[in-house]
């Protein structure tokens, strides 16, 4: 149970205590310093602390904001401040340098916890202090003060300002006007009958995997019910993240669930869409692959230009102004959030198109959508990089390299070529590479062995985008090319196979290496490393599986080959799930949910 050590005087007809048991602490009361440093050492030394002020005066929900959620180390709200175990050492340090108020009595006479943020702002310590809006928190002087700051706390509605909090400030205009308005209170409900968002999540998941089963039908009734369905599949997606802001339900297994659940909804339901349009005579497996690699593509997009310049220094550029400024005028706000094709907007002209279109329709409009959406944000993100300048970290540079999954092969060629390329060549050698690999497995008959040069074409020069630092202005264009090829190469040669079942398994072996891929993106982003070494090793590498796909290609018949692609999906699969289940669940990553995509 968490600790919450109320200092000072105890201020008559306070609700505080009962306010801070309501939201689960264990209330201690210190009258003076000393006496607070012998409670936060008593305290258990892996649970949550927190120190308020007795005169606090305030909503519960301003509290509940400040002292319990669980993905910052530190928060604090005036009159309040609180550490999780992992920093209560800089509390304490804190506290230790603080002298006692008053002769050494008490510590009314000004706010301790409020002196504990200053100390701790002074020290480079990062207190996370959250956005309060119309809520009260203050720690009245006097009883006139007193008075109007509980008159403030009577003239705001709570549960409104909550319900307003729960959903996000930033999403697509599909969202935010669409599903939000109700959603919410389908938060509010799951929150009063105690779900919890990882129940939530999970519910998403089997609805939108039942939408995706309702297509495989392949008849209008199930691709009916497989629209409606996936629009509340995406209700319930919305409703988990509006949940846990409402409750401050975060954690770490919550944060994994709703990073991978959105894209195992999404692609199941590409496949139930193509099995559906086979059994009305239609083989779409070729779009459906497509459009997952494009989707894919398009994020590790979003996720390395997004890693390589969250910390630069000096990050200017004429193309961020420009989007800053078109930003103001208000509208085209929306535009620009519908052109990238978000995924509220995506998913739902995928309902609408299969309930009224077919599946090959469906992918062709999405395939269209996607790809304009690509090159429009693409665009910009190459414009701002080219004329922004900005020093890459070390940091960013190895977030770079973990997203490339670069493996043995072209690492250990990498170390025999030393420095590499410089500059704008380093993408340039990735994307040639890549577009060689990918043409001469798309423009030759299945079978020969000009794929498998175009592979060792592609690991050589993989090896020269990889051979130094990935700190130039556009390299965050690395993995994105790395990933286009691997996947384009299985999905050219399955097409070139021209057997039943040979696309139905690359579109598992893709599905697969994408897992591992998204999973490498949500450790990063949880400050919590990349997949360990040993697994990359165990799996090829990006290069190394594409240059095996190759040679499987070359020596074994079609049949073969799909029965080949099966077995390697089912390995890879089997590999990363397990040390990503067991990753997840066991460490002590941070509880960040993922706040919703930008394609």
């Known amino acids: 149970m968490p600790t919450a050590i109320v200092t000072g005087q105890p201020v008559p007809g306070s609700s505080l205590e009962g306010d801070l048991r309501s939201l689960g602490f264990d209330v201690r009361m210190a009258a003076d310093t000393a006496e607070a440093r012998n409670l936060i050492a008593d305290a258990p030394a892996d649970g949550r602390v927190a120190l308020v002020d007795a005169r606090f005066v305030g909503h519960p929900h301003a509290l509940r904001l400040g002292l319990t959620d669980p993905r910052f180390p530190l928060a604090a709200v005036p009159g309040a401040v609180t550490a999780q175990g992992t920093a209560r050492q800089a509390l304490s340090r804190a506290l230790e340098g603080q002298d006692e108020t008053g002769g050494g009595t008490a510590v009314a006479v000004d706010s301790l916890p409020d002196r504990l943020v200053t100390a701790l702002d002074a020290d480079g310590t990062p207190v996370h202090r959250p956005e309060l809006g ?20 009577l003239a705001v509605d709570e549960e409104d300002v909550r319900l307003k909090s729960a959903v996000k400030s930033r999403d697509g205009f599909f969202t935010t006007f669409c599903i939000s308005p109700y959603s919410r209170y389908l938060a509010r409900w799951c929150a009063r009958r105690g779900l919890t968002p990882n129940q939530v999540t999970t519910a998403s998941l089997l609805t939108a995997l039942i939408a995706a089963g309702c297509a495989a039908t392949g008849t209008r009734p199930g691709f009916i019910a497989a ?19 409402y409750s401050l339900q975060y954690s770490t297994l ?42 894919t593509c398009r994020h590790v997009v979003d996720f390395s230009f997004n890693e390589a310049n969250h910390d630069a220094t000096a990050n200017t550029s004429p193309t961020a102004a420009l989007s800053d400024k078109l930003d103001s005028v208000g509208w085209t706000v929306w535009v620009r959030r519908m052109i990238v094709l978000p995924i509220g907007e995506r998913w739902a002209m995928i309902a609408v198109l299969t309930a009224v279109t077919t599946p090959r329709i469906t992918f062709y409009v999405l395939l ?20 922004r300048k900005a020093r890459r970290t070390d940091r960013a540079a190895r977030a770079l390299a973990d997203l490339a999954d670069t493996g043995p092969l072209a690492g250990a060629l990498a170390r025999v070529l030393g420095r590499g390329l410089p500059g704008l060549a380093v993408p340039a050698a990735a994307f040639l590479g890549g577009a060689a690999v990918v043409a001469c497995s798309a423009l030759t008959g299945f079978g020969g062995w000009l794929p498998v040069v175009g592979a060792v074409v592609y690991v050589l020069t993989s090896a020269l985008a990889t051979a130094r630092p990935l700190k130039g202005s556009l390299d965050w264009l690395v993995p994105p090319f790395f990933r286009a090829a691997e996947y384009g190469t299985v999905l050219a040669l399955a097409a070139r196979a021209d057997v039943h079942g040979a696309l139905p398994a690359a579109f598992g072996l893709v599905a697969a290496v994408a897992y591992h891929h998204y999973d490498t993106v949500y450790r990063i982003r949880g400050d919590a490393g990349a ?37 390697i999906a089912v390995c890879v699969a089997l590999l990363v799930l397990v040390e990503s289940i067991r990753f997840w669940v066991s ?3 941070p509880a960040v949910h993922d706040e919703g995509e930008t394609a």
Do not use: H
């Open 254 to 295: 919550g944060a994994w669930l709703d990073a991978t659940f959105d894209r195992a909804k999404e692609y199941a339901y590409y496949a139930g869409l193509a099995l559906g349009a086979a059994r009305g005579g239609d083989d779409v497996w070729a779009l459906a692959l497509g459009a997952m690699i494009l989707q």
């Open 368 to 387: 269209i959508g996607c790809a304009l959406a690509a090159a429009y944000t693409t665009a910009g993100r190459v414009l701002r990089s080219l004329t």
């Open 134 to 153: 119309s809520l009260v928190a203050a720690v009245p002087a006097d009883p006139q003060a007193r008075n109007e700051a509980r008159q403030a706390v």
């Open 227 to 245: 629209g409606v369905l996936l629009i509340a599949s995406f209700v319930l997606d919305c409703t988990d993240g509006q949940l846990a802001r």
């Open 531 to 567: 997949p360990p070494a040993w697994l990359v090793r165990a799996i090829g590498g990006q290069e190394g599986r594409t240059l095996l796909v190759t040679v499987l290609a070359a020596l074994l018949t079609a049949s073969q080959f799909t029965v080949a692609l099966t077995v």
């Open 587 to 589: 460490a002590g990553a």
